[in-house]
């Protein structure tokens, strides 16, 4: 019965001690593990294809509030009717109003406060994909009653698509210099560790606005029939994508 326990006993001790091995192996392969960290990136230019414009339309009155509002109600749906026609709804295009406010308007002269007149303003924003006409727009709803254009903006439809392919090809760059520098250290890529990815778009030249040269004849003479209205540049959109990614190599 004693030979029987100590046997036992025995196999025991040589079972621990191949476990302890086996975990001593695991550390040092680790150890044996390096890494190689790269950063890249990739950028195009695009022309936008979709233009956000916003027109404000101001009208007053000295006596009345309820008459200023009512001026500004049928100018600004002259404004509103005449763009709705010249957009497609079915592209994605779409007209909206904002920003309605009435208000009298106070000067301060010496610190006395005195009436001026009665202000109403209302917002008529047009969100389009026909950027060739956005000169004809703003003709037009200049002509039919707006007072203002506040801004003019660009943005392109298929944005993520063009980060998505930008970051597959800076992905794609990222593991292949990887695999380059690891050829010099005489080692190899076995793995990735970590990646991150960014995109941004930025308006490398900026949209403008600007009346055409004989568009000022025509300011100075409202019947002068030469005018050819309104010049708009969309420009470009730079997107830029960056990939840092760690990989692991042995």
Same mark, same amino acid.
């Given at each position: 019965?004693?030979?029987?326990?100590?046997?036992?006993? +025995?196999? @025991?001790?040589?079972?621990?001690?191949?476990?302890?091995?086996?975990?001593?192996?695991?550390?040092?392969?680790?150890?044996?593990?390096?890494?190689?960290?790269?950063? #890249?990136?990739?950028?195009?230019?695009?022309?936008?294809?979709?233009?956000?414009?916003?027109?404000?339309?101001?009208?007053?009155?000295? =006596?009345?509030?309820?008459?200023?509002?009512?001026?500004?109600?049928?100018?600004?749906?002259?404004?509103?009717?005449?763009?709705? @026609?010249?957009? %497609?709804?079915?592209?994605?295009?779409?007209?909206?109003?904002?920003?309605? %406010?009435?208000?009298?308007?106070?000067?301060?002269?010496?610190?006395?406060?005195?009436?001026? =007149?009665?202000?109403?303003?209302?917002?008529?924003?047009?969100? #389009?994909?026909?950027?060739?006409?956005?000169?004809? /727009?703003?003709? %037009? $709803?200049? #002509?039919?009653?707006?007072? %203002? +254009?506040?801004?003019?903006?660009? @943005?392109?439809?298929?944005?993520?698509?063009?980060?998505?392919?930008?970051?597959?090809?800076?992905?794609?760059? $990222?593991?292949?210099?990887?695999?380059?520098?690891?050829?010099? /250290?005489?080692?190899?890529?076995?793995?990735?560790?970590?990646?991150?990815?960014?995109?941004?778009?930025?308006?490398?030249?900026?949209?403008?606005?600007?009346? $055409?040269?004989? /568009?000022?004849?025509?300011?100075?003479?409202?019947?002068?029939?030469?005018?050819?209205?309104?010049?708009?540049?969309?420009?470009?959109?730079?997107?830029?994508?960056?990939?840092?990614? @760690?990989?692991? +190599?042995?």
């Amino acid at each position: 019965m004693k030979r029987i326990l100590v046997a036992i006993t +025995v196999l @025991s001790l040589f079972a621990g001690c191949a476990s302890l091995s086996t975990q001593a192996v695991s550390i040092d392969n680790s150890k044996d593990k390096g890494y190689i960290s790269v950063n #890249t990136s990739e950028e195009t230019d695009i022309s936008p294809d979709v233009a956000e414009i916003s027109f404000a339309v101001k009208t007053s009155d000295l =006596k009345s509030l309820q008459k200023a509002t009512t001026l500004n109600k049928e100018l600004s749906d002259k404004v509103y009717t005449e763009l709705k @026609s010249m957009i %497609n709804s079915a592209s994605g295009d779409y007209i909206k109003t904002s920003d309605f %406010n009435a208000s009298p308007i106070y000067s301060y002269i010496n610190s006395k406060k005195t009436f001026e =007149k009665y202000e109403v303003s209302n917002r008529i924003i047009v969100h #389009t994909k026909s950027t060739d006409k956005i000169g004809k /727009m703003i003709d %037009n $709803a200049i #002509t039919a009653g707006a007072t %203002n +254009v506040d801004s003019l903006s660009f @943005s392109i439809s298929n944005y993520d698509a063009q980060c998505d392919e930008l970051i597959t090809k800076a992905s794609k760059k $990222a593991y292949n210099r990887a695999n380059m520098l690891a050829k010099v /250290m005489n080692t190899s890529v076995i793995g990735v560790s970590s990646l991150n990815t960014s995109c941004s778009a930025n308006n490398v030249n900026q949209p403008r606005l600007y009346m $055409a040269k004989n /568009m000022l004849s025509a300011v100075a003479d409202s019947t002068s029939e030469s005018a050819s209205g309104m010049s708009v540049s969309n420009g470009f959109i730079k997107i830029n994508a960056n990939v840092s990614a @760690s990989f692991f +190599v042995k």
